[in-house]
């Protein structure tokens, strides 16, 4: 088969029916395979000269983006030989529109272009069998004798038979090249025993001639060659630098071996990859190491806070008791501004207490220790519980209290703990709301959720404060009312999410604000 190319190639002096001669010739070969000449058009875009598919006709126009081969064989001006379709890393993307083709092997060699800035024209294979080595060497070998049988040609009438537009000037002695396929010959060990130019170029060997003390080619992973098998994919080693190459390996007689190699199309790609996965994977380890220090701080800081709360708690008990028996039941002889000064203390020893139990809460929760028992809680009868004990408070601050739109809701919830979310909703809008003003308390069903809200018409929240009330120890300032721990909201936000619910809060500055409790329904699973 190729003789009778060869004898087509020298005797037609036609290029447009040398062409058609031996396309005709090598679909024979390749059959049930189809081979195809395209030639460029616009950017991305070919028209078929010739096919051996009967449906195929000159008028016809392909385009890149829907032919792998035509895409890659453009981005590097170099031959694409792909010999399974099923295995090769470069068409993963495009892996099953060609086996629904029923493309099995591929190649697409570039044999000439008429002006620098010109698409080549693209020899086109595709093989409906699995191709033999015989097969894509003989496509290749076709390929080559193209190329030197159009490089005698004057590219003005190349381009005048096959209707291209006319090459510029003085373009005819540098636009036809050889397929830049570096070839070597190699010993059993990797020696280099024979080079064409393009390998030199590719391993840095810029003089003609082999030295006597002869290179070895050599690449990673570092195999035997007769393991490398007749494709596969390596990284060349140039100096200081690696190039991931695609090779192809067939073994010669007197333990010799023949093999081609190609630049990969994503050479740069790859190596950027690796380059990003090494910088992310130390920044990972950073990363680790840095979340494993703040969680070992956290847990200090856990056990400092729940540490000195239990320090705390036992003396701050005793003190409460001592003066409030002594405003009490020692109060006799006792000055008015006596009086006052004790009634401070035991305010002030009030307030550390319950900042004592918070901290305590706190720690608790975070660090998983609080127990809860989740089972079905009346949300109707838990609210008016907590009204019931809030009242007094209520009043002596002159604020309105209602929980008239309750709905008898069934809440998975630990009851305890639902309490002291409400009852710390409800002191936060009684601090917050001026004398003559009202905290109202709602609950329904909403889907397959209970929801409660706690509602005041108090001095509201600023936007720039708004996102961060849940957050420890942070106060809204400027309110002139009253303040506290910052602690009670950070406390309500972790028990919520505890119980397998969330809380969230609009407000607006002037206007009061509303808290709202999402929990998960009773359905009779604990």
Known sequence: MAGEIAIDLASRAQVASMLRAVISRLSSAVAPGRVSLLLPETAGRWRVFASSAEHETHDLVVYSDRYPELLQTSRTSTPFVIADVGT????????????????????????FRTSPAAESAVLKVSFYHPARDDDLALATLVAHLLLHRLSRV??????????????????????????????????????????NARARWL???????????????????????????????????????EVEVIGWSASLPGDRHLLLLEPHPEARRRVRERAIRHTLAEKLRELESTNTLLADYARVRDRFVSDAAHELKTPLAILRSYLEALSDDLAVGLSEQQLE??????????????????????????????????????????????????????????VGLAGNDVDDVTARADEERLRQVL???????????????????????????????????????????????????????????????????????RLVLAMGGRVWADSQAGSGSRFFVELPLWTGEG
């Open 88 to 111: 090769a890393a470069e068409l993963r993307t495009a892996r099953e529109v060609l086996e629904t083709a029923g493309v099995r092997s591929l190649a697409a060699y570039p044999i």
């Open 154 to 195: 004057p590219l003005a009438e190349v381009a005048s038979q096959l209707g291209l537009p006319a090459p510029p000037d003085r373009a005819e002695a540098t636009q036809i090249r050889l397929l830049p396929l570096p070839a070597l010959v190699l010993d059993a060990s990797g020696h280099v025993l024979r080079s």
């Open 203 to 241: 391993l840095h060997w810029r003089e003609a001639a082999v030295s006597a003390d002869l290179p070895r080619l050599r690449l990673r992973p570092e195999r035997q060659w007769e393991t490398h098998g007749t494709r596969w994919e390596a990284a060349l080693i140039r100096g200081q630098d």
């Open 341 to 398: 000064f004790v009634r401070g203390a035991a305010h002030g020893a009030e307030r550390l207490q319950r900042l004592t139990d918070e901290l305590l809460d706190l720690a608790a929760i975070e660090s998983g220790r609080l127990p809860l028992t989740l089972g079905p809680v009346s949300v109707q009868a838990c609210v008016a519980a907590v009204l019931e004990e809030l009242r007094p408070i209520a009043r002596s601050a002159h």
């Open 423 to 493: 009852r710390n909703l409800i002191e936060n809008g009684l601090k917050y709301t001026r004398p003559a003003g009202e905290v109202a308390v709602s609950a329904k069903c909403h889907d397959d959720r209970a929801l409660l809200c706690v509602c005041d018409n108090g001095v509201g929240i600023p936007a720039d404060a708004l996102p961060h009330i849940f957050d420890e120890f942070v106060r809204v300032q400027g309110n002139g009312l009253s303040s506290g721990s910052g602690l009670g909201l950070a406390i309500v936000r």
